[in-house]
């Protein structure tokens, strides 16, 4: 009696931060992903496919200790700490430097699948996601930049969206003037924790307690603040002293010129504010924002590092796209992306199975998409079943 109540009681449920895509919204998933794919290989990348699980020790090698506690971690039968991987560049950069050393250089790359990072689960914010991205390995060039940054607003485009926004930024700005006061690792690290989450009331606290001299902490205060067209690069320009800095916003005119060809510059904005949260970033980094989503629906940025750490030693530059996050936005714009009509709905009665499916194989091959029912109906039945499946024609063979 009581086993017979448990097992009713019993309500499976998938693990916290996750979710099922059910068919209308796993075909919106396939053709955002079909189309991204096609995207990335008309612009010359080739796909790569990795495990979903890493050796934490490589995770740690790219990443940082940034994600530690985001990561899913657990044992293999050798004790060895294995993690889902969190970040999709990370395993790039492995297969990068230690399965294509001396192949032609840059390697262009692309991937469209899940990641794990543990987090507080909301709409567009799951602890498992998928990713569309690209890596260029082996260029330190603005063009490389420029690249990455045209193919995010491309593939926002692909993806259906029309409304977004980029904004652009450069982690060396910060550093720059960072490096000349004499902060300790943990002060800035507290500054750019503050300013990666916004959180300008803290930033303005951690810079009063910093002993920093007072137009200093004026100049940091002010960097979130720092967004707008070239006219704010002038002004920040003319804001620091440092080569760093400075070399920093040349480098961003440079990237934005380069936008101007590629037709654009109209989505760009230069933010410099945005260091994004992982500490890999060397140079520019980006964010993409569309209407409806109150966090990114893409980023990404110059790497220059990481490879080094993994033995190949070169730049690198790259972006990601948060496959449900597009398809978030899709739907809060009231934007449908996907033809819901299906075909063909194929009815028989007793006796006739025979004859019903050489009936699909020719309207297969003619290109119809056929469902062929399993089990015998009478005309009645059959076109009931096609009107609760959807389908737009019924076959019925008798
Ligand atoms: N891996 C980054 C995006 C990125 C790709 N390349 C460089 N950055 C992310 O998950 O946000």
């Known amino acids: 009696m009581f086993l017979f109540m448990k097992q009713h009681e019993f309500v499976p449920q998938v693990p916290y931060g996750t979710r099922d895509f059910l068919p209308r919204e796993a075909s919106q998933k396939r053709a955002v992903e079909g189309a991204l794919a096609q995207l990335f290989a008309n612009w010359g990348y080739d796909e790569v496919v990795t495990p979903t699980i890493e050796y934490l020790e490589t995770m740690t090698v790219g990443v940082g200790n940034d994600l530690d506690q985001h990561m899913f971690k657990f044992f293999d039968k050798n004790n060895r700490i294995l993690a889902l991987r969190p970040d999709m560049t990370t395993p790039m950069a492995r297969v990068a430097a230690t399965r294509f050393k001396g192949s032609p250089s840059p390697m262009k790359l692309f991937y469209i699948t899940n990641v794990f990072r543990y987090e507080q689960a909301q709409a567009g914010r799951q602890c498992e996601f998928y990713q569309a991205g690209v890596e260029i390995m082996g260029a330190s060039e603005p063009a490389a930049d420029a690249e990455v940054i045209a193919l995010a607003v491309e593939s926002m485009l692909k993806s259906g969206l029309q409304k977004f926004q980029i904004g652009l930024g450069q982690v060396d700005f910060i550093n720059g003037i960072m490096e000349q006061s004499e902060l300790s690792l943990v002060q800035r690290q507290q500054i750019k924790h503050a300013m990666v989450t916004r959180d300008l009331v803290g930033l303005g606290e951690i810079l009063v307690k910093s002993g920093l001299s007072q137009s200093d902490q004026t100049l940091l205060k002010h960097i979130p603040l720092l967004h707008g067209r070239e006219d704010m690069l002038k002004q920040a320009y003319s804001m620091v002293t440092n080569d ?60 220059d590092t990481m490879l080094n750490s993994f033995g190949m030693n070169c730049g690198a530059t790259g972006f990601a796209l948060g496959i449900e996050r597009v398809l978030l936005a899709l739907e809060r714009q009231g934007i449908d992306g996907t033809q819901n009509c299906k075909g063909i709905y194929i009815g028989w009665n007793k006796e006739n199975l025979v004859k019903a499916i050489k009936q699909a194989d020719t309207l297969r091959d003619s290109g119809c998409s056929v469902e062929l029912a399993v089990i015998p109906e009478s005309c009645a039945q059959a076109k009931e079943s096609q009107k609760s499946k959807g389908y737009e024609k019924l076959v019925y063979v008798e």
């Open 244 to 303: 760093k800095s400075r070399r920093a916003l040349d480098n961003l005119a440079n990237i934005y010129h380069l936008l101007e060809n590629y037709g654009v510059s109209q989505y760009v904005d230069f933010d410099l504010g945005i260091i994004r949260d992982f500490e890999y970033y060397t140079g520019m980094v980006f964010e993409g924002y569309t209407p409806g989503l109150g966090f990114p629906i893409c980023g990404g940025g110059r790497y």
